[in-house]
């Protein structure tokens, strides 16, 4: 939650922008939300997919701890992402 001295900064930041540049208030304000759950989502895929670059990168120079620290972070990500979404990964 926001302290009253912080809403009323936005606010003030919020009031520039629209005297400033009303069309990009205006299109912020019509801006879709992406759900929370989507956005977790998506930036565990890209950490799985990080870890598993890794792992390939590791395996070609043949560092195991870039294995190590690859197959940690991927296998990790997914199964955060496996746990997020429950028994199947395509199901919200």
Do not use: H, Q
């Not at 701890?65 to 990500?77: D, E, M, N, R, T």
Request: include cysteine.
């Amino acid at each position: 939650m926001l302290k009253r001295y912080e809403r009323r900064r936005l606010r003030e930041i919020e009031l520039w922008f629209e005297a400033n540049d009303p069309g990009l208030a205006a299109f912020v304000r019509a801006a879709p939300a992406v759900p929370a759950k989507d956005r977790e989502a998506r930036s565990l895929t890209s950490a799985g997919l990080v870890g598993a670059l890794f792992v390939m990168i590791g395996g070609v120079l043949a560092v195991p701890v870039l294995v190590f620290i690859g197959s940690a972070l991927g296998i990790g990500a997914f199964c955060w992402l496996y746990w997020l979404f429950g028994k199947t990964p395509g199901s919200r």
